[in-house]
């Protein structure tokens, strides 16, 4: 979302794995969603635009909500 609250369309977003710097790279759409495809679970730190993202870094494993659903919002 931008300062307005509104979501960002075309923001590029890269979750960095901690443990092994793998990188995935995804881009907004016009609703501010991104999806990161083939992520495997594992703590990340997560850029959008190339600025550190808050929160700085997610946890996914087998019980995180957004890890069984794939699909991630632009917070």
Do not use: C, W
């Not at 590029?12 to 990188?23: F, G």
């Not at 990161?36 to 494993?61: C, D, F, K, M, R």
């Amino acid at each position: 979302m931008d300062a307005e609250g509104k979501p960002l369309s075309g923001a590029r977003v890269e979750a960095v794995r901690t443990t092994s710097k793998q990188r995935l790279f995804s881009v907004t759409n016009e609703a501010g969603v991104y999806y990161l495809e083939h992520i495997q679970e594992g703590n990340y730190v997560l850029y959008i635009n190339g600025q550190q993202a808050a929160p700085h870094s997610v946890e996914l494993n087998s019980v995180s909500e957004a890890f069984k659903n794939s699909i991630y919002n632009l917070v």
